[in-house]
C-alpha cells in the first residue's frame, strides 16, 4: 500500500515532467478541487475516529462501532476518499497513464483491506437503530 501511494504522488510528477502534455484549465481546477475534498473527508475520518485512527485494523474489545462524523453515512469513508485521491491528483496535471495504473493496482488492494475490516467489524455488536 505504501509502494503504491508512493508511485501516485512520484507517478503525477514524472508524467506530467515527462511528457509535457498542454494542461486543460477546467480539468485541472476540478481535479484540484476534487483532491481537496478528498483529503478534507480524510482528516475528518481521522479527526473522528481520534486515537482509534491506525493504519492497521485494529478491533478493541468493549469499544463499540464509531458511528459518527462520515461514518454515519459510509462504512468506509477513508477509502473513498482514496479512491477519489488516486484518480483527481494525477488528472490535476492530466497525468492519466498515473491515474489509470493506480486505480487498476489499487483494487484488488481495497477489495481485500474491505474483506478483512467488514470481517474484524462483524465480530462488534451491531448498532442500534
Do not use: D
Not at 104 to 111: H, I, K, M, T
Amino acid at each position: 500500500m505504501v509502494g503504491l501511494h508512493v508511485f501516485l504522488l512520484v507517478g503525477s510528477l514524472i508524467e506530467v515532467w515527462v511528457w509535457q502534455r498542454p494542461l486543460i484549465p477546467v480539468l485541472s481546477w476540478t481535479m484540484l478541487v476534487l483532491v481537496v475534498a478528498s483529503q478534507a473527508l480524510r482528516w475528518w475520518c481521522i479527526s473522528t475516529l481520534g486515537q482509534r485512527w491506525n493504519t492497521l485494523v485494529v478491533i478493541v474489545p468493549g469499544m463499540p462501532r464509531v458511528t459518527k462524523g462520515p461514518y454515519r453515512w459510509m462504512r468506509h469513508p477513508n477509502y473513498v476518499a482514496v479512491v477519489i485521491e488516486g484518480i483527481a491528483l494525477p488528472m490535476v496535471g492530466f497525468a492519466w497513464v498515473t491515474a489509470v495504473i493506480f486505480t487498476v493496482l489499487n483494487v484488488p488492494l481495497l477489495l481485500t483491506r474491505l474483506r478483512v475490516e467488514n470481517e474484524a467489524l462483524a465480530t462488534l455488536p451491531p448498532v442500534p437503530r
